[in-house]
Every structure is written in structure tokens, then in C-alpha cells.
């Protein structure tokens, strides 16, 4: 039986030949490369901070900006040798919680204006978003390969952050928020299809991914 056929709406690497002059510059400056994802990590925090107070066009262009560093770092890590599974733990982190500020700050702004339904988006949006990561790092405790998705965290950067610029916000909240969660459904099935077929017995991949504790 054949792997269940998925795509990404967009690749997840650069060209090399894209990236390396620019990290070359930036290596010469001594940054490393968790230097590169806390920089971005703080950059996305600015964004929140002016789609909060409705400044949307410069938000998405520092959302975008800040993001873009996320390209960065690891061929940065890769160029210098400086590769390591903190720093993976940690850009992980940071772009789950960069992807959760820009959505915060957007729903503090809509419950200043009474927007429940923007609200609500933000909320179905972030929880899209972090179940995403969530059954990709599940999949991969089980020694599964997980990397397809309608719509990964590339899609939905470039989804806000065109939003905000163009002031359409409230429609790329429903597309990314509908997109997200089936994108969640789609990783599932995945990861039940590449168990289905492995013979993992059900009792024992769900035990495996229970949480300790209540």
C-alpha cells in the first residue's frame, strides 16, 4: 500500500542559492543562529503589539520581516556548524508562540471593537495551528516521518501577514482557521493510515501518547 498523497502549498526551503550570500553576511557579523530566531521571535512580538492597537498594514510587514528569519536560521546553523537540537527546540517554540501573539494581539484589538465573531476566528486559528504541531511531534515520538499539510506554517505566515497588509483581515482569519484545523484532520488521518499500515496495535499507540498526570 502506497503512502496517503499530500502536498504543501508552498516548499519549505529556500534555493540555497538565495539564502547562502545572505547568511554569509550575517555569519560574518558573528550572530548565531538562535541570535536569528530570538530577533524573529521579537520582531513578531512588535507585530502583535501594532495589530493590537489596529495598525495593520505595519504589522504584516513586520510579521513578515520577522518571519522571514525563520529561512534564516537554519541555513545559518548549517553554514557555521552550529546545528543543534536545542536550538530545533527552540525555533519550534518560538514560531508556535510568534504565530500566538500576532493572533492574540489581533483579538485583543477585535474585543475592544465588541468583533466577537473575529474573536472566534483567532481562537479556531491558533487552536488550528497548534494541533498541527502537536500531531506532527506526536507522530514523530512514534518514529514517523510527518512533513505534509495543506496548510504548515508558511501558508499561514504568508496568509496574516498578506491579510494585514492588504486590510483583509477578517477573511484570511476564516480561511486560516478553516485551513488549519483541516490541515490537523489531514495529518491525523496520515498518522493513522502509516500506524494502520506499521501494525502499531491500537492500545499501545494510544497509551504511548497519553499525557502524565491529570
Known amino acids: 500500500m502506497t503512502r496517503p498523497k499530500s502536498f504543501t502549498l508552498l516548499p519549505h526551503t529556500v534555493p540555497r542559492r538565495l539564502t547562502d550570500p545572505i547568511v554569509a553576511v550575517i555569519a560574518r557579523t558573528g550572530a548565531t543562529p538562535n541570535h536569528l ?13 501594532l495589530a493590537a492597537r489596529g495598525d495593520f498594514l505595519p504589522a504584516g510587514l513586520v510579521m513578515l520581516a520577522a518571519s522571514a528569519l525563520d529561512l534564516l536560521d537554519g541555513a545559518l546553523a548549517r553554514a557555521t556548524g552550529r546545528a543543534s537540537a536545542f536550538g530545533a527546540i527552540l525555533d519550534s517554540v518560538l514560531d508556535r508562540l510568534s504565530e500566538a501573539a500576532v493572533l492574540a494581539g489581533l483579538a485583543f484589538y477585535y474585543a475592544q471593537r465588541g468583533e466577537r465573531e473575529e474573536i472566534v476566528l483567532c481562537f479556531a486559528a491558533l487552536a488550528g495551528s497548534i494541533i498541527v504541531s502537536y500531531i506532527r511531534a506526536r507522530a514523530e515520538a512514534h518514529g514517523l516521518e510527518l512533513r505534509e499539510g495543506l496548510f504548515t506554517r508558511a ?6 501577514s498578506g491579510g494585514l497588509i492588504i486590510g483583509q483581515v477578517r477573511i484570511a482569519l476564516w480561511v486560516l482557521a478553516v485551513m488549519a484545523n483541516a490541515t490537523a484532520l489531514q495529518r491525523l488521518y496520515i498518522v493513522w493510515a502509516q500506524l494502520r499500515r506499521a501494525g502499531a496495535p491500537p492500545t499501545e499507540a494510544r497509551g504511548a501518547g497519553e499525557e502524565e498526570g491529570p
Open 37 to 49: 530566531t530570538v530577533l524573529g521571535f521579537l520582531g513578531n512580538l512588535g507585530a502583535a503589539a
Open 155 to 160: 501558508e499561514r505566515v504568508l496568509l496574516l
